[in-house]
């Protein structure tokens, strides 16, 4: 019998178990939009051994949770890249901001996903929708969208493969600890209802989220949606670690900027 909260019971670790391997996000209010971007940019976001998808196809979005089985009501954003993994098409997640400290753990650490603490906001009036992501100071995402008619319900069902590496620093900080994993996460869900618009991207320079670095060629389609989404993950192969290293990183922000900092002995 465990004396404490910091250690579980067995019936205790069972019941986190259920929630860890099938976590649900419900009730979500989501603006997405979709853009080209540079190939050869893509090629060199992409880790090995994840590869370019035939058309250089972005999203951003964010999104309002308002329920889920894990972590109660939080908001998102993410940045996908189209990919392809053995030839299933698919996506890889460039950074995914939260606006909670357990959503950002709890898929840090399950998924690998690459979360960091922000400020965001949807705001959604008639027609017009705008999301923001906002970090030091610097709204470095932000998003509108412009619609017309209402919602339509159109009880679309989806099933997409996303993929994440999982990795720890050496110790020492020099290197990787383990030969990173490449870890499949695939969202099942259904949009309950969705209107189509156009939109409008906009990026702004932050050292330590650089996603001006994606460049935006051209818009082509805004979602406003409402629906669900489920997981479920596997770990699909390794990578080499010095392989993976220059991708390593990107989850941090960007630690020079106190490298300077005098340091007493």
Known sequence: MARTRYVQSLAGVSALQEVLAAP???DIRTLSIAFETDPAVVAELLPPPLAPAAAPRATVSVSEIRRSNCVGPFNGAAINLACTY???EGLYCL???MDTGLAVTFGREL???PKKLAEISLDVAGGNARGRVSRHGITYIELTGRFEGQPAEPALHYAVPHYYFRFLPAANG????FDPELIRVTHRGTVHRAVRGEGTITFRESRHDPVIDLPVLSVTGATLSEGETHTSAEVVTTVAAEAFLPYAYGKLDDLLEW???PVTA
């Open 24 to 26: 649900a996000f419900l």
């Open 259 to 261: 490298a300077d900092t």
């Open 86 to 88: 053995q030839g299933e």
């Open 111 to 113: 998924f690998a996903e």
């Open 174 to 177: 020099r290197g990787l600890a």
């Open 95 to 97: 950074t995914m901001p």
